[in-house]
Structure formats: structure tokens, C-alpha cells
């Protein structure tokens, strides 16, 4: 299990990805919300974070930084809507790769998010996808 500091750092990093290039939607603010919430993070933590970050603290369990880079791919498709996504692709590759994640695994990801469903990669498929790279 996270630390508190992980949590703080993980939610950190998604809400400077959801900054990225413009304001944080409402969308955007309701799913970090969310995940502050499963994150078991309070509310006044989270706000705080949105005007300070915390320093980017680096996850030693592969499948933790496995499910922060799913939920990075679930914001980004929250982001993205009638947009050209290109750069939300490079944003997150750019994540993944700071994450310490395999770059072919993550390639195959943005690779087959086109084939499913509102461009959602399933979370069975996207562990199988770095669980195969992994080993």
C-alpha cells in the first residue's frame, strides 16, 4: 500500500497533467475529485493541491505506477472531448516515461486505445500490455 505522501504525489501529478495546457474543466475536477476520494484524500487536501503541488515522489511498485498511468489515460479521454488529442498523447507518454514505465508498453498502449470504446483501454488488457513487457 501508498503512503500518504505517494497519494499526495500521485493526485499532484494528475491534477499538473489536467493543467497541462489550459484550466482544469469540470469534468476534469469532478473525476480528480474522485480519485482523491478513492486515494482517501480530503477534499481541502485536494484543493490545496490544485494551487500547490507537491514535489513528484517516484512509486517503487510497478503495478501502482501501472494503475496512476490507467488513470492518467481515463483523464486524458476526459479531456480530450472534439479536440485533437496529439498533444494529450505526448503529455501522457511523457508521464509514462518519467514514471519509469517501459516505452514499448506504453507505445502499445496509445497504440490500441483507438480500437476500444471511447478510447478506453480495459484495465485487464492494459496490465497484460506492461505485465508482458515486464517479464
Partial sequence: ????????S???????FAKYDKDIENLEYNFLLGVAKQLEISREDFEYLIEHPVTYTHLK??????????RLVLLMNIEKQGDD????VIKLY???????????SITKVLYLMESFPNNIVPPDVL?????????
Fill in 85 to 88: 488529442n496529439s498533444s494529450g
Fill in 94 to 104: 511523457n508521464f509514462g516515461l518519467r514514471m519509469g514505465l517501459s516505452h514499448e
Fill in 10 to 16: 500521485l493526485l499532484s501529478e494528475m491534477i499538473a
Fill in 1 to 8: 500500500m501508498i503512503n500518504k505522501v505517494e497519494k499526495l
Fill in 61 to 70: 511498485s510497478h503495478s501502482e505506477r501501472i494503475v496512476q498511468f490507467h
Fill in 127 to 135: 496490465i497484460d500490455i506492461f505485465k508482458t513487457q515486464y517479464n
